[in-house]
């Protein structure tokens, strides 16, 4: 079946500091979502990548897609405790964006 | 918007019970998924709904999970008899589009 690997499982940084996680698929990757999910609450679409090589950002955070559409990374620059939560990569190999297998999650913890 | 609506938000059960879940996707949105969570497995797609026609169970467990959608604003997810590994949180999402899904608050199911 597919695999998607999402790496690290766990990060814990210094408020201010910057935090990056990585999704890795063994296959040819349709499209990738990324979702945060806070502490007790539900995952929250973030963003779709689909070119080969794009890059997208969002204030603070930003979005690479590998140019082998294999692999992925959100990048937040200098983190603020708002940025708790875990971050899943969610990927689509098929086309069909609805069928998404969603990676383990990076659980980020930012220090005061 | 109210947003994607799941009732009830915690359900304690015994063994062998009946359990219902169930959902009121955002008005408009044509596809409705049903999701699990748990630790040991991360988020696992159970089974996606099309203008309330089933398109995808392969994620349902085994016979005793079953998912209705009778109409366009209500699914239901029931398992039936429980079993204590059936203890997880029950997203339900919907989405109009290829991108961005959105999800429920969760049911968190507690099988004893």
């Known amino acids: 079946g597919q695999q998607v690997m999402q790496i690290p499982q766990y990060q814990h940084v210094q408020e201010g500091e910057d935090f990056t996680t990585y999704c890795n698929s063994s296959?040819?990757?349709?499209?990738i979502q990324w979702y945060k999910q806070r502490p007790g609450g539900h995952p929250v679409f973030l963003i779709q990548?689909?070119?080969?090589?794009e890059v997208k950002k969002q204030k603070r955070l930003t979005f690479q897609f590998g140019e082998a559409k294999k692999n992925s990374s959100l990048h937040i620059t200098a983190t603020q405790t708002t940025d708790v939560g875990t971050y899943f990569c969610?990927?689509?190999?098929?086309?069909?964006?609805?069928?998404?297998?969603f990676g383990s999650g990076t659980q980020l913890t930012v220090l005061p | 918007d109210a947003g994607v609506i799941q009732s009830p938000r915690h359900e304690v059960t015994e063994m062998g019970q009946e359990v219902t879940l169930r959902c009121k996707p955002i008005?408009?949105?044509?596809?409705l998924f049903w999701y699990r969570q748990t630790m040991m497995r991360g988020l696992e797609l159970l089974i996606y709904?099309?203008?309330?026609?089933?398109?995808?169970d392969s994620g349902m467990p085994e016979d005793r999970f079953s998912a209705k959608m009778p109409n366009a604003s209500f699914s239901t997810l029931k398992i039936q008899p429980s079993e204590p590994r059936d203890s997880a949180v029950y997203f339900c999402?919907?989405?109009?589009?290829?991108?961005?899904?959105?999800f429920g608050p969760g049911t968190r199911l507690t099988v004893t």
């Open positions: 999402a919907s989405s109009s589009s290829v991108a961005d899904k959105y």
């Open positions: 008005s408009g949105h044509d596809y």
């Open positions: 296959t040819t990757l349709s499209n």
């Open positions: 709904f099309n203008n309330n026609v089933p398109i995808d």
């Open positions: 990548l689909v070119k080969s090589g």
């Open positions: 969610a990927v689509s190999i098929s086309g069909s964006a609805r069928q998404l297998t």
